[in-house]
Structures are given as C-alpha cells and as structure tokens.
C-alpha cells in the first residue's frame, strides 16, 4: 500500500518539495500516526499551521457544525461566520478592517496592492535579506533569499532589499517612491532571526516620519507563537498592516490582510478580491482557535514553555559544541549548529520526533501551544540521543 503512494507521487504529483518518505494517516494533538501506526512526537507541527496541534477538538467540533449549513459563500454576500472573525481578529490586533484571502502568499500579495493604492504614485516596497514572503511573484521578490528568485525572472519591479536590523540601510534605501517596508519580526524560514528592539523602534519612527507603510508579515509568528497573540506586542508598536495565514484557520487554509482604518478604505469595490476568501467553515474554524486559545490559556503556556524549551536546550548547547546558538521567542525556537542539521533530522525521525531544519543549519522547533513539560523533556533527550551519536 505504502509502494502504491510513494508511485503515485513519482508518477502524478509534481516534484516541487523535498519530501521524506513518511505517509501520515493520522494526527492528535502533538502525535501524528503513520500508515503503519507508527506513533511520532510533533515539535514542528503543519509548518506553523497547527499550532493548536493536530484535529484540535473545538475546531474539529466548529467545523463540524458548520459544514452541514453552509461551506461556501461568494463574497458578493454577508457571512455572519465572516463577520465575527473579523471582530475577532481587530479586537486582538489594532483598529482597522480585514480582507481574507487563503494563504500567507496572497494575504502579503494584497498588502502590495494596498499599499500601492494607498501610495497614489508611490509603489517601492523595502523589505529584508533573510526574510520569506512567499512563492507569488511580488511575495517572493520581497523574499529577501536570493535561492527562491533563481530562475524565475523577470521579477516585478518596484522591490528593494537591504540588510536585517540595519536602520542605517533602510534610510539609504529610501526615495521618493517607497511607500511601504515589510517585515518578519522572527524570521522564520531564514533562520529564527530576531529584530533586534531598538531596530524596530527607529523603523516605527521613520515610518511615521516619512509617511511610510510599516507591514508586519505575522504568518509565521502570529496567533500566540511567541506568547503573545502577535508578534508585534513584544515590541511596543503598532503596524500599518499585518499579514496572518497559517495557524489562524486551525489546519484550514486561510489568509488575512488587516490594515489601520484609514488605509483598509483605499481598495474599494472591485479593487481586490479572493474567491474563497474568509468562507463561513474557514471562519467558524478560525474563530474556535481565537477561542481555544483563550480557553485553554495557551500565550501564557507559549511564554512559560517556550522559556522552559530553551533553558533545556541551552543546557544541551553547553555539552555539545557544535550548537551555535539558540535563539527565538516564546514557541519558535532555532538551534544554530556548526553542521547541516538535515541528518539530525533523519535520526530523530527515526527516534520518533518531527522537527525542521531551515536555512541550512538551523534546527527549527514550534511545538503545539499546548506542550508539556514532559513532552519537551522528551523531545530533548530524542535530541541530546542523536547529538551524542553523532
Ligand atoms: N510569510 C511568512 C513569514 C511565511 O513563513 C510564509 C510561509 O512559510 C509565507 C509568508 C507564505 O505563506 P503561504 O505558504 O501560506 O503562502
């Protein structure tokens, strides 16, 4: 049966990932089951898409109640479902209105088109060496990894990269045209790279200065992976527009666009659209994330375990010298090694953990909100196994 798959994938599915050779039947939470009924341990759950962990029962519950009423609604009408999770969304984030589109690609996509409508003249975007966007044309050319843009050129114009937390470049970037700056404060695929406060801070005042966009790209970072509701708390400022898509659907595809009021009204009717955007199932689901994440205390339970995560790990970067650095915050956590860490990777599959290594030499670690102290000592002594191996 397994053969049949692994066929079919070689013979009908296009060869655009690297993928391992696991096939997953089954998820609960932090375990995924294999076809086999092999049982594994999730510290990298759905990319950051099932950060409440795998079937999380009220979404499961949401969905289930909604899908026999209604599925889909062309946007040309109200959906309550839609209606409340935009409330939902700017209750938590910052005054303005939401656009929904299905994924992070398209949620960064539209905050280019807004961003160039709102400029009336002005279209540069800034955005930062390290970072990732997405795969659509104008996300990835913000993409600041030159490895994503091979081969796929021309790419639009309009688009300038400069270096990570350095203010200085940024200013020196600047012209008349630029009209927005778009940023991961984590970057996530480059590597766990942290801006640094004090970079954010001048990046916050010479928006305001200069009449500039600052767009948060919170993909990746957004809904209590760090241990707040988003990013851009730990910092103290406010951004001109945010992108979510991931973890906000709770394993249903969903992207959002959120924009202070004043700049959300500039794509009126017939500007911008999303056929699936925000449909009453995507919605109900998200909106029971919003709710699991209050009812179950999970941005305090992000902080205090992400802070216990990395207190172990850095235990184990004092025994073995080829971890760099660890760095992150709240549940996003790198281990910087001096080694590729794709082998490690393999072997802690083999001991029954799922983990991700990006940008190389980076081990990436986002739990579910809900880890448990014994599931990262678990997850630890898996790893401090495979380091002493090696
Ligand atoms: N932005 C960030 C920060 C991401 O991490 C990702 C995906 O990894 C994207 C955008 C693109 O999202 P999607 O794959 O849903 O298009």
């Not at 609604?73 to 929904?100: D, H, R, T």
């Not at 767009?215 to 970072?221: F, H, K, R, S």
């Amino acid at each position: 049966k397994a053969q049949d798959i692994f066929g079919a994938y070689k013979d009908y599915i296009m060869p655009t990932y690297t993928r391992l050779p696991l096939i997953f039947v089954k998820g609960k939470g932090m375990k995924l089951i294999d076809i086999d009924g092999t049982q594994y341990l999730d510290f990298f759950p759905g990319w950051g898409v099932s950060s409440l962990g795998h079937c999380h029962p009220d979404v499961v519950s949401a969905v289930r109640d909604q899908i026999d009423k209604l599925i889909h609604l062309p946007n040309n009408y109200l959906s309550v479902q839609q209606a409340k999770l935009a409330k939902e969304i700017i209750f938590w984030s910052f005054k303005g209105k939401v656009f929904f589109a299905n994924s992070g690609a398209e949620a960064n996509e539209a905050a280019v088109k807004l961003a160039r409508a709102y400029g009336q003249g002005r279209y540069e975007i800034i955005s930062f060496t390290g970072s990732f966007h997405g795969r659509t044309l104008a996300a990835l050319t913000m993409t600041g990894q030159l490895k994503y843009q091979e081969g796929f050129k021309p790419l639009p114009a309009g688009f300038t990269t400069v270096p990570f937390n350095d203010i200085a470049a940024v200013e020196k970037a600047l012209t008349d045209k630029t009209v927005g700056i778009i940023i991961e404060l984590i970057q996530g695929e480059g590597g766990i790279n942290v801006a640094e406060t004090n970079f954010v801070f001048a990046l916050r005042k010479l928006c305001d200065e200069k009449k500039i966009l600052l767009i948060v790209d919170e993909v990746q970072t957004g809904l209590g992976r760090t241990g707040k509701m988003f990013a851009y708390e730990h910092y103290g400022i406010t951004p001109d527009i945010m992108t979510l898509a991931k973890a906000l659907g709770g394993g249903l595809p969903i992207g959002a666009l959120v924009a202070k009021r004043e700049i959300a009204d500039t794509l009126t009717a017939g500007t911008h659209a999303s056929t699936f955007g925000g449909s009453p199932l995507v919605s109900k689901a998200a909106l029971a994330v919003f709710r699991a994440i209050q009812k179950e205390k999970l941005l305090t339970n992000a902080a205090r375990m992400g802070d216990y995560l990395k207190e172990k790990l850095s235990a184990l970067a004092r025994k073995y010298a080829l971890i760099k650095e660890i760095r992150g915050i709240g549940l996003m956590i790198g281990i910087e090694l001096t080694i590729p860490g794709t082998h490690i990777i393999e072997e802690c599959i083999k001991e029954g953990l799922l983990i991700n290594c990006t940008h190389e030499k980076v081990l990436r670690l986002m739990p579910a909100l809900q880890v448990t102290k014994k599931q990262i000592d678990k997850a630890v002594k898996i790893l401090d196994m495979v380091l002493g191996r090696l």
